[in-house]
C-alpha cells in the first residue's frame, strides 16, 4: 500500500521556484515559461505538492471556506495549466 | 567619434571607452582584437525577438566564451579570461561602437552574474530612479526631458544592480541616445550629437564622477506610453506582478542556467520588497512628458 501522505505532484527538474513575499514565481529553464502565482494560488501549489491531491483539496476547502466543488475546479484548471506550462508534473512513484 | 565615457567598473576594456578613459590596454578585462572568423556553435542558442516577432540576436553561453550573432550585422565572440573581443568582420566605427556598448557590454556583465535591466537611469541627490522598458517605450526621451529639468542623466539604456544592504543602481555606461523624432520634440539640436545607428548620442553635462556614480535604487519606473491628454500616473505594483516587470525588462545571458537565473529572480524579488516599482503612464507628446517627470520627482520625495 503507497504512503497515504505521498503527494500527487511534484516541481520537474529544471524548474526554479521563488517565494516573493507570500507569492510565488516558476520559472521553467528549459521552456522559459515564467509564471507567477498570488497568495493563494502559491498556497494551492505548495499544498499540492507535500499531499496528495485530493487530501491538499479536502484542506484547502476547510481553510477557504469556499465551495468544494468550485475549488476542485478551479485546483484542477491551475494544475493542468501548469503542467501544460512544465512547472508541475505527476510525482512518479520509486 | 563621440564622446564617449567610461563605463561601469565591472567591464573595462571596450576599445572606445579605453581610449577616452586613458587607461592602458594592461588595465583593461577586455580588448577588441582583429575581425576574425567566428565559429558558431552547433547547439540552439538564446534567441531575442522583436517586438514584431523578428529574430535579430542569437546568443550562446559557456563559462569562457560568449557568442553573439546579430543576425545579419556580425557574429561577436567574447573570451575569459583572455578578456578578449573579436567581431566576425570589420564594421564602421559608428556600427561597431554602437554594437560594443548598447549590446555587448550588458550582455558581458549579465554573463559575470551581474543583475542588468533594460533601463534608464536617473539621480536625484544620492538616490537614483530607473525607467525601465524595452526599445522604444520612452526611456530615453523621458531621461533627457528629466535631465533638462534637474535630475542627473546617468544613463539611457543598462541598468546594473547592486544587492548590498541597500539596493543600489549604476548605469551600463553614461549615455543618451536619442531618436531624431525625439530631438524634434524635446528642441534639441543634433549639432553636438553623434550619429550612432539611425539615433543621436548626446554630450551629458555635469561631472563623470556624478554620472558615474552608484546610487540608492529608490523608484522604478516600468514605461507605459498612453495616448497624449491622458493623466500621467503612478500605479503601484506588488509581489509576483512588479517582479514579473522587473524579469521582463532584464538582460539575460542564458536563462537555461539555473545558478545565474536564481541569482537573479532572486535579486529582483529583493527589488520587489524593498524598491517602490510600478507602471508611470506616459502621455505622448511634450505636455505629457512634463506631467510624468512631475509624477517621477512626486513619486521620489516619497521615499
Redesign the interface.
Known amino acids: 500500500m503507497s504512503d497515504p501522505r505521498v503527494p500527487s505532484l511534484s516541481f520537474p527538474e529544471?524548474v526554479?521556484i521563488?517565494?516573493?513575499?507570500n507569492?510565488?514565481?516558476l520559472?521553467n529553464?528549459?521552456t522559459?515559461n515564467?509564471f507567477?502565482?498570488?497568495?493563494v494560488g502559491a498556497d494551492i501549489v505548495n499544498r499540492l505538492t507535500q499531499a496528495p491531491i485530493d487530501e491538499a483539496i479536502e484542506e484547502l476547502c476547510r481553510d477557504y471556506e469556499v465551495d468544494p466543488d468550485v475549488l476542485r475546479s478551479d485546483v484542477h484548471r491551475l494544475v493542468a495549466e501548469l503542467t501544460e506550462a512544465g512547472l508541475l508534473e505527476p510525482k512518479s512513484r520509486a | 567619434m563621440s564622446d564617449i565615457e567610461w563605463p561601469v567598473s565591472v567591464a573595462r576594456g571596450l576599445k572606445v571607452a579605453q581610449r577616452e578613459s586613458g587607461l592602458s590596454e594592461a588595465e583593461c578585462d577586455y580588448r577588441v582584437v582583429e575581425a576574425t572568423r567566428v565559429a558558431l556553435p552547433t547547439s540552439a542558442g538564446l534567441e531575442a525577438l522583436t517586438r514584431e516577432g523578428l529574430l535579430w540576436r542569437r546568443s550562446w553561453v559557456s563559462p569562457d566564451r560568449l557568442v553573439l550573432d546579430f543576425i545579419g550585422v556580425a557574429v561577436v565572440e567574447v573570451r575569459s579570461p583572455e578578456g578578449s573581443i573579436a567581431f566576425d568582420r570589420t564594421l564602421d566605427p559608428e556600427t561597431e561602437q554602437h554594437l560594443l556598448l548598447d549590446h555587448v557590454l550588458p550582455m558581458i556583465l549579465a554573463w559575470q552574474g551581474e543583475i542588468v535591466v533594460h533601463g534608464a537611469v536617473l539621480g536625484c541627490g544620492d538616490k537614483a530612479a530607473m525607467l525601465v522598458g524595452p526599445s522604444g517605450a520612452g526611456k530615453s526621451t523621458l531621461t533627457a526631458f528629466a535631465g533638462a529639468k534637474g535630475w542627473t542623466i546617468a544613463g539611457d539604456d543598462g541598468a546594473v544592480l547592486g544587492l548590498e544592504s541597500q539596493m543600489t543602481v549604476e548605469p551600463t555606461y553614461p549615455t543618451v541616445r536619442l531618436s531624431p523624432d525625439a530631438l524634434r520634440l524635446l528642441d534639441i539640436s543634433s549639432d553636438d550629437a553623434s550619429s550612432v545607428a539611425g539615433k543621436y548620442r548626446l554630450p551629458l553635462a555635469g561631472a563623470k564622477s556624478d554620472r558615474q556614480q552608484r546610487r540608492a535604487l529608490s523608484l522604478v519606473a516600468i514605461l507605459n506610453a498612453v495616448p497624449a491628454g491622458r493623466a500621467a500616473t503612478f500605479t503601484r505594483l506588488r509581489g509576483v506582478e512588479a517582479h514579473a516587470a522587473l524579469f521582463g525588462g532584464t538582460i539575460h545571458a542564458d536563462l537555461r542556467q539555473a545558478e545565474m537565473v536564481s541569482h537573479v529572480v532572486g535579486g529582483l524579488a529583493r527589488v520587489a520588497a524593498e524598491v517602490s516599482v510600478g507602471r508611470l503612464a506616459v502621455p505622448r507628446g511634450r505636455a505629457g512628458l512634463a506631467a510624468a517627470e512631475r509624477v517621477l520627482r512626486q513619486e521620489m520625495g516619497g521615499t
Do not use: N, P
Open positions: 529544471g526554479l521563488r517565494k516573493v513575499g507569492e510565488m514565481v520559472l529553464l528549459r522559459e515564467y507567477g502565482l498570488d497568495a
